[in-house]
Nanobody, 127 residues
């Protein structure tokens, strides 16, 4: 089992940027698709985007396409989420998660397909 620790959240004005980091401890993430999810109060947890274990293949929610970018540094066992042009509706608790299966050929985006989760980092965007 891997321990995931997110950081980088905070309060930012609309139009601003934040970069979230997720450091993995306990095992390597190099063979696993990694996802970023978010959950706003009263809403279900939803996918933000995910990056496959190799090749840089990514998938994003329509609501963040063109504004958010996921990257990973397997040597540092770290995944990043660069968030630009932030909007108030991006306000949520952001989680990173590890795919339950290693070396999957596709980028999975369902909550149920991830089995290791961080504690989350709060992102608040003011208007």
């Amino acid at each position: 089992q891997v321990q995931l620790v997110e950081s980088g959240g905070g309060l930012v004005q609309a139009g601003g940027s934040l970069r979230l980091s997720c450091v993995a401890r306990g095992r390597t993430i190099s063979g696993y698709t990694m996802g970023w999810f978010r959950q706003a109060p009263g809403k279900e947890r939803e996918i933000v985007g995910a990056i496959r274990w190799a090749g840089g293949l990514t998938s994003y929610a329509d609501s963040v396409k063109g504004r958010f970018t996921i990257s990973r540094d397997n040597a540092k066992n770290t995944v990043y989420l660069q968030m630009n042009s932030l909007k108030p509706e991006d306000t949520a608790l952001y989680y990173c998660a590890s795919d339950a299966r290693a070396y999957r050929s596709i980028v999975v985006t369902s909550v149920s397909q991830y089995n290791d989760w961080g504690q989350g980092t709060q992102v608040t965007v003011s208007s």
